[in-house]
């Protein structure tokens, strides 16, 4: 059987038979209630309130996103629909924007809506751990640095954290700049007066009101490790094919330590990380090998940041950073959804009449997620591109209830991977009838004889 093969990307072409309008922008901070107006689109659109029910206005998202605002038709508000979180959307991404559409339909009429989620101080700083353990030599001389595991809070822009501060003590002094973060001895230490020490570390967010978090420093104070690990690399980059089997290496760190014995012994541990990494990575805590031991999904997350803490025998630790980068690979088909569909149709409707809104959805990246969409021959119906990714079923010919009363049209959707992989959607239309046959007797003539019979009485 032939296939007709349409583009999907072709739709720039057909953009006079349906128009894409200027883009809608709304600017609005996390965790606002269910229900909260964010902004009206049809004043803003310039739309009669009675034309969003009239052409069936509906905010679309993709299949595999979250609705997060709604429409109102009564008075054309766009409004919040469920918890929208920033930190759980974006992360630590400096800018957090989610994208639905509004969809108005006869004639198909689609605009793109970028909700900017502003974020607020909702989340205080915190330490990896609530009591940091450093073991120093007595014989670090003064101006000698120890590096602390900064804290982590996960807003972000003046909402993260903006300082450090040290209680006041007779040793050390803090130096934090950026991400680094030592204290300073500022007076010798001396084992044989002192041979622990308790200090107050403070992270302090820059929200309004502040928010802040804290840690105990524990220094035990030895005799002999002048010499901290270090890393062969500052940064370690590797690469990463999505759904890599379990024990896969990703990379192996590396960090030598100059001192001999138990001080020159390295391990090496994550830094503070999410729980998410955690559940997809390992690292040997001898051999610095990072592996796979989840699930690895390019269209979850594309790249991981790892902090990683090596630390010798005695305490002394250093940090390397490892980027590793998520690949595409063709593993999810494209999705054929059906929008709407003018059922069942007049057998009288005029050929390019528009009676469905198909929409192709693929979740894979780049070419993976090309998609080209076919109909069969042996019906009177064609798929045109319209805007994005929707396109229209049109009739092409005339219909006859008389001769073919019902319509199964099969779509098919293909991307452009290595292997491709493609989906279909049936669609059944029924044609309705009209009054368009005259009776019609089944003889075009009919004859009769009529016998009579006569009684004579004489």
């Known amino acids: 059987m032939d ?26 901070p996390e965790e606002m209630k269910r229900g909260s107006v964010i902004g009206n689109m049809a004043k803003d659109l310039g739309l009669q309130t009675s034309t969003l029910s009239n052409r069936r206005a509906r905010i679309d998202i993709d299949e595999t996103d979250k609705r997060y605002c709604d429409i ?37 009429e689609l605009h793109r809506i970028s909700l900017h989620i502003q974020d607020i101080n909702d989340n205080s700083p915190q330490f990896k751990e609530e009591l940091i353990n450093i073991e120093i030599q007595e014989s670090a001389v003064r101006g000698a640095r120890f590096v602390v595991e900064e804290a982590h809070d996960a807003d972000v822009g003046h909402n993260s954290i903006q300082q450090y501060s040290l209680k006041k003590n007779d040793n050390f002094i803090l130096a934090a700049d950026g991400n680094t973060i030592e204290l300073v001895l500022d007076k010798e230490l001396d084992r044989e007066k002192q041979k622990e020490l308790n200090l107050l570390l403070t992270a ?23 010499n901290a690990p270090v890393f062969s690399q500052a940064v370690y980059k590797a690469s990463l094919p999505e759904n890599s089997p379990v024990g896969t290496i990703v990379v192996t760190v590396s960090a030598t330590d100059a001192d001999e014995g138990v001080n ?64 595409d690979v063709n593993d999810n088909a494209p999705v054929v959804n059906l929008k709407s569909l003018t059922n069942p149709i007049p057998e009288d409707t005029p050929p390019g009449t528009e009676v469905g809104i198909i929409n192709v959805q693929d979740r894979d990246s780049e070419n993976n997620r090309q998609v080209r969409c076919s109909i069969q021959q042996n019906a009177p119906f064609k798929l045109v591109p319209s805007i994005k990714n929707y396109y229209s079923l049109v009739t092409t010919g005339q219909l006859d209830r008389e001769v073919v009363s019902d319509y199964n049209i099969t779509i098919t959707a293909t991307d452009e991977g290595s292997p491709p992989l493609s989906s279909f959607k049936t669609v059944e239309l029924s044609v309705a009838d009209i009054n368009d046959n005259p009776p019609v007797f089944e003889e ?11 009684h004579c009485v004489v």
């Open 3 to 28: 296939f007709k093969m349409i583009a999907c990307g072709f739709s720039l072409l057909l953009l006079f038979l349906h128009g894409a309008y200027g883009d809608l922008s709304y600017s609005f």
């Open 72 to 108: 109102n038709l009564n008075n054309g508000e766009l409004i919040v629909a469920d918890r929208i979180d920033r930190e759980g959307l974006c992360g630590e991404k400096a800018s957090c924007i989610l994208k639905h559409e509004l969809v108005l339909e006869n004639p198909l």
């Open 204 to 226: 302090l967010d820059g929200g309004s009101p502040h928010r802040s978090g804290t840690v105990v420093i524990h220094v035990t104070v030895l005799d002999a490790n002048d």
């Open 264 to 327: 020159g012994d390295v391990t090496y541990e994550f830094g503070h990380v999410t729980e998410d990494v955690k559940k997809i990575f390992s690292i040997d805590r001898k051999m610095g090998d990072i592996r796979v031991i989840g699930s690895v999904d390019y269209e979850a997350t594309t790249s991981f940041e790892i902090r990683i803490k090596a630390k010798d025998g005695l305490g002394l630790s250093s940090y390397a950073k490892v980027i590793i980068s998520i690949t």
């Open 444 to 454: 075009q003539s009919y004859s009769a004889y009529t016998f009579l019979y006569a």
